[in-house]
């Protein structure tokens, strides 16, 4: 594929699997001249590039995979060769990699350059993950599924031009028309990672062309490219009529190019013709029956021209030229509208089942007149019965009868024509529409364009769509070539000489005229000798459009037929396209595009044949395989995702400690190998099984990330050998930024034994501060075995850990099952987290581009906010009291995701309008529009919380204690009933208030929570019902955002509902009254002290849909209510949806499928709801503000990381971003380098050890972030009480380090500052190991030069930067560099480093620092250490190409030590009875009196799923490629199960033994866990406790999801699920005892 200007390469892409199971991707775009290495990670299977030379930029194809293969072939399992990358997508357990692997030119050389691809072979490359999180066996189904998706043929793309927009498209290629590009989703990976042109954008559909003259004379080319809409995908009966995102099934925009071919440097003239095709844009749709010849017909009895209107609207936006012919034409080319014209090809006789579309039709027509919309469009129908007129008439009389409608509007619509020009300067010589951009060299001059379409269709838009199209677009392709000059009258095809090959066909010329070319040009023109005058117009045109009032046979025999005969061959090939894409096969009906031909009658008694055999194919296809191909579509498009893959995340989590983390402190070994402790982090050693001495009671490694993230999960790959009791037991976990900054976050985390190689995933939390646990959680229970209650509709009690997005240091403490028995063997360690864009924020370039600059915005409305009493906590610009869910920024018109820094475009999205509650418009999403709630009452009552961690302050507390006895009474009297208890965690919720602080608050008073918990307020049966239908809420509601942004590509859509998706009546609101005659919420007791009147306007008032009574907005349900009306019916709580196959249901349009879901329009009263729907709004309510209260958190975290590296918060500008301004950098970055490289920039390299900072000073992190982020003006310093301080550099790889530099601040040094500097390298922490590689004075260094001292001078561009530089003797390879800087007076020192033993790590060896930020001005007149940067200078070490490992004796002592077998086996303990109880979590065993003593259990891992979505999407959430941020939200609160163990003893009491913390692990897993002590039991109990609630069963494995009775997972049932066992030796017992092993 070559380059879209000049490129001297084809696109190549090489996937390499090595041995080890690691997949690299290795492209060589033809646009670029180097070649990228992307790595697939074989644990999350997320995509890593960092774009470092050497690693993964190199110069050619050849350097790229002698890096990756280290030279050696034989490492390779196995090299697919691409010729470009169609998408990726990492699904659990698997990564998807789609290539193409043969590609066809089948449009080369369009105008301006560029070629057209169609994918004849593709390959779907599985990648199987190390990821043990638990799977669905339906999701793997749909995954396999996928890898079935027909993508040969019937897809294609460009790599150098936009081709989803008509020719010539007026964009770039960055930015494609979302309708039709189909792998969106599947390219998101390489967006995120700064890699966005390395997909292709993949079109679906149909591109050929055809080369036509005569004699042998290529005259002119045609092309048909057929572009499928990705707004209404699906298969014939599951995707036809509308659907709610206003687009039709089957819904293809074919476009028809003709050009001239020319040399080289020659002006190409062209012109294209647009038309569509698809299925009637109504609600419709056809129910197939088996004995039936035809499918039922019906059309929605509920609104059933509901969005035909914006179908229209779309049209219209995309085919309106009259503003472009204006700017060309002048006012007198004005055309006041834009024709529609609708040719229907249905049957319209009466007894006809099609004949109620066509009724349908007109009427839906008539509607869209009568509202106006949409307005400058005019829509005219045609109904043409094509199958009567070919049975009445014949096929040649159908065909003039088709050209006589289609005449006037073919005129009037017209053709685009224009040239393409090679060079830019002849632009001013042009006169019409100029193109141009950075695709293409030159420029296209369109001289008119086409306005309005016509749109064919027929019942699936196919066969008949196909023949009518075609004749129609065989009269334009006539007009296209006599406007090129090319006549294709059969009367002047002889007796004509060409003057060059590239001639056309023109009429004769009269006599003494003469046909000339431009030598420059190329173009024609034409010489009258009789007047000596020259023309660019033919002296005898054709009269235009000629053909159209011919008769079919004269139409053949004024005509050449050979271009003709092409044209139908390529309209037989993409009606075989459209038709498989939408039925399976291929189409029915085409001789009669080969009417033309000579032998076109001998076909038509095997075509009979043929369509018979299609007919079949088409109804086993619809009947059996629809269902799975519907699937198939929707995944690739990323649509319904919550349904097909429930657990799937879509933003896989980072292996942070590979590949360049490493451990600070070496690890013993009993069998030394060659590539030392660095082995436990490294994938290539999966089968590692590394032996830690036998006195070790305790193993501690201290693991450096490669780079700063949130830690969310520990993964363990289990080593041992024969006896798997030498691996540990139990592990802490620490966290922290460096060294000094450790914090406990796991302690005593169970570590089961299982089989060699079992992958076990433990979830990390955030640290915990003590004062929550001890008043929130099980933690703060006295008996938490007593209390069953389970949290059934959500976490009332949850903890929330602190999110650091700087952690840098991992400290992991493993213990032996029995210490000092038998050696510990460890295996493969791998740390999992988020990590925040830094190169885009540094860069200004791909992810992160615009993250500072939002930040900032953040930071200053949430400044403002607190001046102000009325604010929600979520954002921070709003003028009334809001759910923080449904109110955006008023900034943000360009939203931007904090963790991965994508711009948020909303371009296709209405803007949101912030205002009053009772104002209209407001929100982005139209279902979602807007949830404010008016707050009737003393708005001061409401308070922000000043904090950034999310805590609340005292007077929220308070705020919240009030609001609790205006409920129960000052004396706390009465009991709070379900509804006012949900509304109460409202309050709290939006008052900033976590379940900790709330809790506090309520124990101040002498409020157990408990009593207030809406767990524990509901019947359990109900509760079980509510969650199912509060769970169908929350897909319903996913599905209809998803089709709102759908709906929004091609439209500028407005909202205007008053009604929100929920509609929740905060504490003191109550009916309007006057006029509302629902009057629904008028309880006087909670609006005793918080009622008011609503300030300004009069109250809506609306009408419920179902009763027809006025209704004002505090009485009606939630636009939510809509979707789940039916409750009671099988559709209402199963979220599958409607399993109908049709377009639209007859009743209640509920379904999640793409096709059709509910339009959320109208109202309903909350007197027509049931009950359990209105408690299903305020359950999935509460869900939404406890989610957003978490995107919150991790935002703030967010905010936190860029202010300790860049200090933004106290920063006019974060850098001065201009693009000079970076290329100074740059330069100067290299003029200080000197060709070397810089190895201490950060995020790759950081501070070990925290330095005392000085509170006028940016952070310490700023010294090693990149030259061109933060002020000029800005720089780092101590305070002025200390004297020295030492910086522990850790580097991002290992290097050989030749030198440090120290860039100057810019208020220069005193005689007083200018420090002693003392280095020292090290690759390990320990202090006596470092090397000294020098002491220098600066004083005495820069004495001689005068430019160091004082205020730093206006710098050029050209200037070097003020630097010292610490040049070492010999370059040393290191990955820790040690830096003391010293003031040559007396004073403190920040640390005092001769006394503190920091290499023993056995203890915190530092002091808690506090470190605050901001930016230094003046120099002060107190002397202080300071720097504005330090760089390390040097290049880092190459990839070892040597392969370690173990030889010799070492390795075989080692395994004639693994190959021991242990000395006592588990067997199992015989049981006499068990039973089950509490939703199957509880399992009791009864034992016999001549029972073993207990050693432990064995649990069987469990099978149930994480959901995604478990609750509606709030305003500000978008489907997979923008979403508000991307941290799981499982992330930021993980769920952990716990198992508990407890005995019967005597006298008649249960006693805990012990409570076990289980790992994640594959369904099914054995695990087994030893009790701390051997137990002689009769009964003993097993209970699961913990967030059982958050686990579900996989829906993809149930017919009906609702069926089961239990509310909790059935794959968390402990039936047959444990065993017990117990410990002896085999030899005793015997052979026949050994069949009873565990």
């Not at 034989?74 to 290539?99: D, E, N, P």
């Not at 070539?481 to 006549?487: A, F, H, P, Q």
């Not at 869900?1183 to 202010?1203: C, G, I, T, Y």
Request: charged residues 20%; proline residues 5%; aromatic residues 8%.
């Amino acid at each position: 594929m070559e380059s879209p200007i000049g490129g001297l390469r084809q696109t190549s892409v090489i996937v390499v699997t090595l041995e080890t199971g690691e997949v690299y991707v290795i492209a060589s775009l033809s646009s670029r001249r180097d070649t990228q290495v992307i790595y697939v990670d074989p644990t999350t299977g997320a995509l890593r590039y960092n774009a470092k030379p050497g690693f993964d930029v190199f110069k050619s194809e050849k350097d790229a995979l002698n890096y990756i293969t280290n030279g050696s072939e034989w490492l390779c399992r196995s090299t697919t060769y691409a010729r470009a990358i169609l998408g990726y997508a990492a699904l659990g357990s698997f990564g998807l990699l789609l290539v193409a692997t043969k590609l066809t030119a089948t449009v080369p050389n369009l105008p301006g350059g560029g070629t057209v691809y169609t994918v004849t072979e593709s390959q779907w490359i599985k990648i199987l993950l190390q990821n043990p999180q638990p799977q669905g066996k339906g999701e793997v189904k749909n995954v396999n599924e996928l890898t079935d998706m027909d993508i040969d043929g019937k897809h294609y793309f460009c790599e150098a031009r936009d081709i989803t927009r008509p020719f010539p498209s007026r964009l770039c290629l960055r930015e494609p028309d979302d309708e039709f590009v189909w792998n969106a989703w599947f390219s998101m990976p390489f967006k995120n990672i700064g890699l966005p042109h390395h997909c292709v954008t993949l079109l679906q559909g149909f591109a050929e062309y055809r080369n036509f003259g005569s004699s042998g004379n290529l005259e002119g080319v045609v092309a048909l490219i057929a572009r499928r809409s990705r707004l209404h995908p699906g298969t014939r009966y599951l995707a036809r009529g509308l659907n709610s995102c206003s687009s039709t099934g089957n819904e293809v925009e074919c476009e028809q190019l003709v050009w001239v071919p020319k040399r080289a440097g020659q002006t190409v003239p062209f012109n294209t013709y647009v038309w569509r095709r698809g299925t009637i844009p109504i609600w419709w749709g056809a129910e197939l029956k088996i004995t039936a010849a035809e499918a039922e017909i019906y059309v929605s009895d509920r609104d059933p021209y509901k969005g035909s209107a914006d179908y229209y609207q779309r049209l219209t936006k995309r085919y309106d030229a009259r503003n472009l012919d204006v700017a060309i034409g002048g006012t007198q080319n004005r055309k006041a509208l834009v024709p529609i014209v609708c040719i229907n090809l249905l049957r319209n006789g009466e007894g006809k089942s099609e004949s109620i579309l066509v009724q349908h039709f007109e009427e839906s027509l008539n509607y869209i007149r009568s509202t106006g919309k949409p307005p400058y469009t005019r829509i005219h129908l045609v109904n043409y019965d094509w199958h009567a007129s070919t049975k009445l008439k014949g096929e040649q009389q159908t065909i003039e009868g088709l050209w006589k409608h289609l005449k006037a509007p073919t005129v009037s619509i017209g053709i685009s024509e224009g040239d393409y020009l090679p060079s830019r300067d002849r632009i001013k010589d042009c006169r019409g529409e100029i193109i141009y951009n950075d695709d293409f060299e030159g420029a296209f001059c369109l001289r008119s364009h086409q306005n309005g379409v016509i749109r064919f269709n027929c019942a699936d838009s196919l066969d008949r769509t196909n023949a009518a199209s075609y004749f129609g677009s065989l009269q334009v392709f006539v007009e296209q070539c006599r406007r090129l000059g090319i006549s294709l009258d059969s009367d002047l095809a002889f007796g004509y000489q060409s003057m060059t090959n590239y001639a056309g066909y023109t009429a004769p010329l009269p006599p003494g005229w003469e046909k000339r070319s431009d030598a420059v040009t190329g173009k024609t023109y034409y010489i009258d000798h009789n007047t000596r005058t020259t023309t660019w117009m033919h002296p005898c045109p054709d009269k235009p459009w000629k053909r159209f009032d011919m008769s079919f046979e004269e139409f053949k025999r004024s005509t050449i037929l050979s271009p003709v005969s092409q044209l139908a061959d390529l309209f037989l090939l993409a009606g075989d396209i459209h038709a498989t894409l939408y039925t399976g096969s291929k189409a029915m009906h085409s001789q009669i595009l080969s009417i033309f031909n000579e032998d076109a009658g001998k076909f038509k008694q095997f075509s009979a044949a043929q369509n018979m055999k299609i007919t079949l194919q088409r109804r086993y296809k619809n009947a059996v395989v629809d269902s799975s191909r519907q699937k198939q579509l929707e995944m690739f498009l990323g649509m319904r995702l919550f349904k097909h893959l429930p657990s799937v995340s879509f933003h896989p989590l980072n292996v942070v400690s590979r590949p360049s983390g490493f451990l600070l402190k070496p690890v013993a070994n009993m069998f030394p190998s060659s590539s030392g402790e660095a082995s436990l982090l490294s994938f290539r050693r999966k089968d590692l099984i590394w032996v830690c001495p036998q006195a070790a009671d305790v193993v501690e490694l201290f693991i450096y990330l490669g780079e700063p993230c949130h830690v969310c999960q520990l993964l363990l790959t289990v080593s041992h050998g024969a006896d798997d009791s030498t691996y540990p037991s139990t592990i802490d976990v620490r966290t922290g930024r460096c060294l000094d900054g450790l914090k406990l976050v796991l302690e005593g985390a169970s570590i089961p034994h299982c089989v060699n190689g079992t992958n076990l995933m433990i979830p990390i939390p955030g640290p915990i501060s003590p004062e929550d646990m001890a008043v929130t959680g099980a933690g703060s229970r006295l008996h938490a075995e007593d209390i069953s209650t389970l949290p059934l509709l959500y976490d009332f009690e949850e903890l929330e850990g602190e999110l650091d997005f700087l952690t840098r240091v991992v400290a992991l403490t493993f213990y032996p099952a029995a210490s000092g028995r038998t050696p510990i063997t460890l295996g493969e360690i791998e740390v999992l987290g988020v990590s925040l864009p830094w190169k885009g924020a540094f860069n200004k370039e791909g992810p992160g581009a615009r993250l500072p600059e939002q930040a900032k915005i953040f930071q200053n409305e949430t400044k403002s906010s607190l001046s102000r009493s009325n604010t929600n906590p979520f954002y921070g610009a709003s003028s009334k009291i809001v759910p923080p869910p449904v109110q955006p920024s008023a900034s943000a018109n360009n939203l931007v995701d904090l963790l991965t820094g994508e711009i948020i475009h909303s371009e296709h999205i209405a803007q949101p309008v912030i205002g009053n509650a009772v104002d209209k418009g407001g929100d982005l999403l139209d279902f979602l529009d807007q949830a404010v709630v008016e707050y009737h009452g003393a708005q001061n009552d409401l308070k922000l919380s000043s904090s950034h961690d999310g805590r609340s302050s005292d007077s929220s507390s308070q705020q919240y204690i009030d609001r609790l006895k205006s409920l129960t009474g000052p004396c706390m009297e009465r009991k709070l009933d379900f509804m006012e208890a949900m509304k109460l965690e409202i309050e709290r919720l939006q008052l900033n208030i976590s379940a900790a602080e709330r809790d506090r608050a309520l124990l101040s008073i002498g409020t157990d929570p408990a009593t207030i918990n809406p767990n524990v307020l509901l019947d359990e049966r109900y509760m079980g019902r509510l969650c199912r239908v509060a769970n169908s809420l929350a897909h319903l509601g996913q599905a209809s955002l998803e089709d709102k942004i759908t709906s929004a590509i091609g439209l500028e859509t407005t909202d205007d509902n008053v009604i929100d998706f929920w509609n929740i009546s905060r504490l003191g609101e109550c009916c309007y009254g006057g006029t509302c005659e629902v009057r629904a919420e008028t309880d006087p007791r909670t609006s005793k002290s918080f009622s008011g009147s609503s300030g300004g306007g009069s109250p809506s008032i609306l009408l419920c849909s179902q009763c027809q009574r006025k209704v004002c907005k505090v009485c009606c349900a939630g636009r939510g209510a809509l979707l789940v009306s039916g409750y009671g019916s099988r559709d209402a709580t199963n979220y599958n949806g409607v399993v109908r196959q049709g377009g639209s249901s007859h009743g209640t349009q509920v379904d999640i499928t793409t096709n059709h879901s509910v339009v959320l329009d109208g109202v309903v009263c909350k007197r027509c709801c049931n009950e359990i729907v209105l408690d299903a709004l305020i359950l999935d309510y509460v869900r939404v503000l406890v989610s957003m209260r978490r995107s919150s958190r991790a935002d703030a975290a967010a905010h936190e990381a860029l202010n300790q590296v860049t200090g933004f918060s106290l920063n006019d500008g974060l850098s001065e971003s201009n693009q000079s301004s970076e290329k100074r950098s740059i330069k100067s970055l290299r003029q200080v380098l000197d060709g070397e490289e810089s190895l201490a920039e950060f995020p790759f390299a950081s501070f070990l050890n925290s330095v005392e900072t000085a509170t006028d000073s940016t952070p310490l992190l700023s010294l090693l972030a990149p030259l061109d982020c933060g002020s000029r003006h800005s720089y780092w310093k101590a305070p002025p009480s200390t004297t020295c301080v030492e910086f522990i550099i850790v580097l991002g790889t290992l290097s050989d380090v030749s030198g440090v530099a120290l860039l100057i601040s810019p208020c220069g040094y005193s005689e007083a500052e200018a420090p002693t500097v003392q280095i020292w390298a090290s690759n390990k922490i320990h202090k006596e190991e470092r090397s000294c590689m020098g002491k220098w004075d600066v004083q005495s260094m820069i004495t001689s030069s005068s430019e160091y001292f004082g205020p730093e001078k206006l710098v050029r561009e050209d200037q070097v930067p003020r630097h010292v530089k610490f040049a070492f003797k010999n370059p040393v390879r290191c990955r820790i560099i040690w830096i003391t800087l010293r003031l040559q007076r007396p004073g403190s020192s920040s640390l005092n480093f001769e006394n503190l033993n920091m290499l023993s790590l056995d203890e915190n060896p530092f002091a808690e620092v506090t470190r605050r930020a901001s930016f230094g001005g003046a120099v002060e007149r107190e002397p202080c250490l300071h720097a504005k940067r330090i760089l390390v200078v040097g290049s880092p070490v190459k990839k070892d190409l040597a392969r370690t490992s173990s030889q010799g004796s070492d390795q075989m002592n080692m395994k004639s030590w693994l190959e021991r077998d242990p000395q006592l086996n588990r067997f199992r303990v015989p049981i006499e009875a068990e039973r089950l109880l509490d939703n199957d979590i509880v399992l009791e065993q009864f034992l016999s009196t001549a029972s073993p003593l207990l050693a432990g259990f064995r649990l069987d891992a469990f099978g149930a799923i994480k959901p995604l979505v478990t609750h509606s999407p709030s305003s500000n959430s978008r489907i997979w490629d923008v979403s508000a941020t991307l941290i799981d939200e499982r992330h930021i609160s993980p769920a952990v199960l716990y198992i508990q163990v407890s005995i019967f003893q005597e006298p008649h009491n249960m006693v805990t033994v012990a409570e076990y913390r289980l790992p994640e692990a594959k369904p099914g897993t054995a695990m087994y866990f030893d009790f701390p002590r051997k137990i002689q039991t009769r009964r003993i109990t097993f209970k699961l406790v913990g967030d059982v609630t958050a686990f579900t069963d996989d829906p993809t494995e149930q017919d009906d999801p609702g069926s089961r009775g239990l509310p909790v997972a059935a794959g968390l049932s402990l039936a047959n699920r444990i065993k017990l066992y117990y410990y002896d030796d085999p030899y005793e017992l015997g052979k026949w005892a050994s069949l009873s092993a565990v």
